[in-house]
């Protein structure tokens, strides 16, 4: 396929002020997320984030006692790398999540707390392009995401949440799922990518159990390859890219 016939990805929408970022594990938004986030909060819009787990099971080596801490952490540290504040854990079990009910009540109550505009969350799908097997927690947070979107503007659906002072919101305009293999739209990542390497950078016990190879070259080669190769369908400039879901 030439240049010339690849489909190119259109810009983000860009008139909204708040996004809320809703992922399985910490380092979720990271791998390749949090330079569109930098840029976002550098424009002066409002991102938070939401984990459904502390990523307590991710790190064979250390008990889920002490990971979970320790990722904690780890989190609050990168996303404050990229300008995000509102940090929030849900407390379900890593590796175990489960699709239904108990997480979309979660994630519609948060998207009542938060009243974005912009959802994200993390590939939703079976596979990552049909050659990698997703893990259950992105599918089953993504799945969860996506519905919660339409939970959090029907008071009829979660009435519990009223009761516990959580009025509907109704504003959610897109979901943007991350990591997509069908992306539609991107985000140009040059103004953000160095603070979403060192975003990544922040996670370092988990990158550090990941791989041998020193823990900046990996970040660095990993988040500007994947910009670059996005960046083909996006005028030839590092991106960001996102499936974008209107409601």
């Known amino acids: 396929m030439t ?12 008139d909204w002020q708040r996004a809320l970022a809703v992922v399985a594990h910490p380092d979720d938004l990271e791998y390749g997320c949090s330079a569109a986030i930098a840029a976002w909060t550098e424009a002066g819009r409002e991102i938070s984030y939401v984990l459904a ?3 307590e099971a991710g790190i064979d080596t250390v008990e889920p006692e002490r990971c979970g801490p320790l990722r904690e952490r780890e989190q609050r540290a990168s996303a404050a790398v990229v300008g995000v ?11 175990v999540i489960e699709y239904g009910t108990a997480l979309r009540r979660d994630i519609a109550a948060a998207i ?3 009243r974005p505009e912009l959802v994200i969350t993390l ?21 969860a995401t996506l519905d919660a979107a339409g939970d959090a503007g029907n008071r ?4 519990e949440l009223v009761e516990q002072g959580l009025e509907p ?3 959610v305009r897109w979901v943007a799922v991350a990591g997509s293999t069908t992306p539609t739209h991107a985000v140009d990542a040059a103004p953000g990518l160095e603070r979403g390497i060192r975003s990544l950078l922040e996670h370092r ?7 041998d190879e020193d823990p900046e070259t990996y970040v660095r080669n990993f988040l500007t390859g994947i910009a670059r190769e996005v960046g083909k369908r996006f005028g030839d400039k590092p991106a960001v890219a996102f499936e974008l879901f209107p409601r």
């Not at 504040?85 to 590796?95: P, Y």
């Not at 016990?205 to 791989?211: G, H, K, Q």
């Open 3 to 14: 240049e010339s016939t690849i489909t190119q990805l259109q810009p983000m929408p860009d």
């Open 53 to 55: 787990t502390r990523g």
């Open 85 to 95: 504040s509102a940090v929030e854990f849900l407390g379900h079990r890593d590796g």
């Open 112 to 114: 009542r707390r938060y």
């Open 123 to 143: 590939n939703h799908r079976d596979t990552w392009g049909g050659v990698a097997w997703n893990t259950p927690d992105h599918v089953a947070v993504g799945r």
């Open 156 to 159: 009829w659906i979660f009435p």
């Open 169 to 171: 919101w109704n504003g």
């Open 205 to 211: 016990a988990y990158i550090e159990a990941l791989t």
